[in-house]
């Protein structure tokens, strides 16, 4: 059911609000004068873009009030996107064209001597995200906007984001994002909203028998408000981020004025470091302490923001068992897991609920999308760190944890002793602890040393490492003594296992992901409650990932089809498979594509300084350098065709190979040593190809600094193909592969995440697939253990030729070496890309012979994009409203 509803009192003739170029103009003149950001000199484009995107976020605030006025009048359920990421992009070209103004703001600004485009340029992308997880956050919210659900993002409001990476000779390097130096036209700060957030102190019992949280230290975050403005409707939504200081009051005036001047303002530093940096390091206890506080942030503010609002809009009349009818919680991912006991805190202490109410309240109200299969993305904190900064959740999970235990007795019974301590070894919220005393007894015997996760117990380390035994001087007995002690495992809260007994839903984001989420993942909790269980299959906004990023194609969908009504109704898409054999269209199809190309060569050039031939194949892998997602698999096969075009003539090497330009981008973690490698070694591989000149324009190898959205909306419309070639079953998703599917580019890769998908929708024939099944990957690394795996002769091939040092002076044997052997840590081909490093070579081979058919390639590229229609964000978005979080739309008129 679609309410439509005019707001009485608002804006009288908001529906006739559509401004022409002269009002546009002098808007835009308007804020130059009287709201700069600079001083006044001349009308230069970064005074150009504050001005204009201030004249539009005037339209979207008129937008915006009346969409929150609405939701307030009407008191609808509102689902509200809990997310450490939102990697927003470049907001000016997305609002504009959302509010439907794009032709009237390009007219206005030539008429101040600038081109909408080029003061788009301007805006630098907010660093509010790294990857996959921010964007679909974004597009999440452009789908909820567009789509009239009430709806709000939380999220943080990151002073310096992840990081602006570089690329030098010794590989990347790391420099602190600069987006808010100069300022963000589109956030307003309201002062009026903050809430107290505490660290620390401890827990006491008042005379009334509750449990208070009192002491330690205490901060404020503060919100900054950004509108969603959605697509071809009024409805503007909010993503809502917080910042971090402390009341004026905690300045130590004396010790400032006594010359201490670090002393006087610790506790406002240690308040606003909280929103520096975007996951920041947490080798160090600091970091890990840092992380947490950020976690923790984000969920308390939220949550207390949440509150109230529900109790404003009850007017006095607070009926709390209404609140799961009236609020939806989404945590995306395990980052804002501490919105459970933040929430039964709230409830039990400060709302005087019972534990049974609160717990009820919570458990309807809590839903969690998991994203990962990677054990070290399942987040564990250290129980002594979280005691330590968070005392009082620290009880509610111990109680939650006795409560998940007894339900596991209640469902198993104690007959069968073995299984029920592996169950419970697996499914506690709580890891290496003994068992409460409620339940010890039951087993009839004490617990003698933790049980792990896997169900077996820890040995102990008896050895002395060399470097101690050396130490060991004469009968230092007592030495001895303590290096020979067991060293226990220590003492974690399991973060994901929180998330999925606090909440009523648990989502993969894949159909592939979520078998192997019920199956593997959380098997234990699936047989449990089976009903939590869903697949919400991942999408992107076809508005910013199609329809404004690449105009060119979507001029000639629109003509083809005969409506632009696909951009709403992605279904429509479909009807371009029967044109796809139409010459007429194929043609046009690569004129656009050429455009795009051309436009790529241009940016690379200047960007990197390598110039690369538009004709070529734009062969294009972009996303977070991470070992599982094998663009070492990528580069170790360029080197392959590398190595095999130097044993050829020129004519040979002609004839045998497309020409291909191979680009890369994307951010290694500052502290994943590994994947900075990858990136090093892919940067020295292109510098000794792009510089052979018997190679010249047949390969390319780009590797793009910094990649981010804007980025991404230049390179997806100009690529031709794309590499998703993650080790089967270990990319819960990916929505890269959809934005490259949906602009019209073949894939090459494995049955992981959304491929699958991806491959029954465009079809077998328009997917490149090679290498092993996500069913088969755990009997591989036990072949590879067992010293059964016997090496391709092509992959150690390419192995001793990397390490011939034809790349340049750094020495690649800890790369290398990380593809050998049959155990060990950082050995082993763990992600097994010399298993389907002869399968991809080969697929490859597959590429080549098919792009020389370019009526055939064509062909594949318009049955791509029809294909891509059923990843779009808006029906997932429908998916979830429906399924999890039980909202209707409500559209402002």
Not at 194 to 213: E, I, L, N, Q, T
Not at 764 to 793: P, T, W, Y
Not at 844 to 849: F, G, L, M, S
């Amino acid at each position: 059911m679609l309410l439509c509803v005019i707001v009485s009192g608002v804006i009288s003739n908001l529906s006739s609000f559509t401004p022409d170029v002269a009002s546009i103009t002098s808007s835009i003149r308007y804020h130059a004068e009287f709201t700069p950001l600079f001083s006044s000199r001349s009308f230069e484009l970064p005074e150009a873009f504050f001005a204009t995107a201030q004249s539009v976020r005037d339209a979207l605030i008129i937008n915006w009030n009346a969409t929150y006025d609405l939701h307030e009048e009407m008191n609808a359920k509102q689902t509200y996107y809990l997310s450490m990421e939102f990697l927003q992009g470049r907001a000016l070209l997305n609002a504009v064209g959302n509010l439907e103004l794009t032709g009237e703001y390009a007219e206005a600004l030539g008429k101040l001597g600038h081109t909408l485009e080029a003061v788009a340029s301007q805006e630098p992308d907010a660093a509010l995200g790294n990857g996959g997880l921010g964007r679909l956050a974004s597009c999440f919210l452009d789908s909820l906007a567009t789509l009239n659900y009430p709806a709000w993002g939380y999220g943080l409001r990151y002073k310096y984001g992840l990081f602006k990476q570089i690329l030098t000779k010794d590989g990347q390097e790391e420099v602190a994002e600069n987006w808010l130096e100069i300022g963000n036209p589109w956030e307003i700060v309201r002062n009026d909203i903050s809430y107290p957030v505490k660290f620390g102190g401890k827990v006491v019992m008042g005379s009334d028998g509750k449990s208070r949280w009192i002491g330690g230290e205490d901060i404020v975050a503060v919100a900054y408000d950004v509108p969603i403005p959605g697509y071809k409707t009024k409805t503007t939504i909010n993503l809502r981020l917080w910042s971090t200081k402390v009341p004026s009051k905690l300045l130590d005036l004396n010790a400032f004025n006594a010359g201490e001047h670090t002393k006087a303002c610790e506790a406002q530093a240690n308040a606003e470091k909280i929103c520096y940096i975007l996951y920041p390091g947490d080798e160090s206890e600091e970091g890990k302490i840092l992380r947490l506080k950020q976690q923790y942030t984000l969920c308390s503010a939220s949550l207390q923001d949440i509150i109230t609002r529900f109790e404003r809009r009850c007017a006095g009349n607070v009926k709390w068992e209404q609140f799961p009818e009236k609020v939806a919680v989404q945590m995306n991912d395990t980052h804002p897991t501490l919105c459970i006991p933040e929430l039964m805190r709230i409830l039990v202490d400060l709302k005087g609920k019972t534990w049974e109410e609160a717990w009820s309240l919570t458990q309807s109200t809590v839903a969690y999308t998991n994203h990962t299969v990677l054990p070290e993305a399942l987040e564990k904190w250290s129980y002594e760190l979280m005691q330590r900064l968070l005392p009082r959740h620290v009880e509610i999970i111990e109680m939650i944890d006795e409560q998940l235990i007894q339900d596991i007795i209640s469902e198993y019974g104690t007959s069968n002793q073995e299984m029920l301590e592996k169950k419970l070894a697996t499914m506690r919220i709580l890891e290496n602890f003994d068992l409460p005393a409620s339940v010890a007894d039951l087993f009839g015997k004490p617990e003698e040393t933790p049980i792990d996760e896997t169900g077996e117990k820890p040995e102990a380390n008896n050895e002395v490492a060399p470097s101690e035994r050396d130490e060991l001087k004469g009968d230092d007995t007592q030495k001895i003594k303590a290096v020979q002690e067991p060293v226990l495992p220590p003492k974690m809260v399991r973060m994901a296992n929180l998330c999925v007994v606090g909440g009523h839903a648990v989502n993969g984001v894949a159909a592939i992901h979520s078998e192997i989420v019920k199956n593997e993942v959380f098997n234990d909790f699936f047989q449990l409650w089976p009903e939590k269980f869903q697949n919400k299959t991942n999408g992107v906004t076809p508005r910013r990932w199609i329809h404004f990023c690449n105009p060119d194609l979507s001029s000639v969908i629109t003509k083809w089809i005969g409506t632009e009504d696909w951009v709403l109704k992605t279904e429509i898409l479909a009807e371009l498979r029967k044109f796809a054999d139409n010459k007429d269209l194929q043609i046009e199809w690569r004129a656009a594509k050429r455009s795009n190309k051309i436009k790529v060569a241009s940016f690379l050039k200047e960007k990197t300084g390598y110039s690369v031939n538009p004709d070529a194949m734009f062969d294009i892998q972009v996303k977070r350098i991470h070992e599982y997602k094998r663009q070492l698999l990528n580069i170790l096969g360029i080197v392959y065709r590398y190595k095999k075009m130097k044993e050829m003539t020129a004519a040979e090497r002609k004839a045998k190979f497309v020409p291909r330009v191979c680009i890369f981008g994307g951010k290694a973690f500052s502290t994943y040593v590994q994947a900075k490698r990858i990136v090093k070694f892919i940067t020295d591989v292109g510098a000794t190809i792009n510089h052979d000149s018997d190679i010249g324009d047949l390969l390319k190898v780009v590797f793009v600094p910094d990649y981010n959205v804007s980025v991404a909306e230049l390179l997806i419309p100009a690529s031709e193909l794309s590499q998703h070639i993650s080790t089967a079953g270990m990319e819960a998703s990916g929505t890269s592969n959809m934005k490259f599917a949906m602009n019209g580019c073949m894939l090459i890769g494995t049955l992981d995440g959304a491929n699958v998908e991806i491959r029954e929708e465009v079809g077998e024939d328009n997917f490149f697939l090679f290498g092993a099944q996500a069913h088969e990957i755990a009997g591989l690394r036990k072949e590879r253990a067992a010293g059964k795996f016997v090496s391709d002769e092509r992959f150690e091939e390419v192995k001793k030729f990397v390490r011939s040092g034809v790349f340049g002076y750094c020495n690649y044997d800890e790369l290398m070496g990380s593809l050998e052997g049959n155990e060990g840590y950082g050995r082993a081909d763990y992600f097994l890309v010399g298993k389907d490093f002869p399968s991809y070579i080969e697929c490859q081979e597959e590429v080549d012979n098919a792009y020389r058919d370019q009526t055939k390639w064509t062909k594949m590229s318009i049955l791509n994009t029809a294909g891509s229609y059923k990843f779009s964000s808006d029906r997932t978005i429908n998916e979830y409203a429906k399924d999890i979080w039980n909202i209707e739309p409500l559209e402002l008129i």
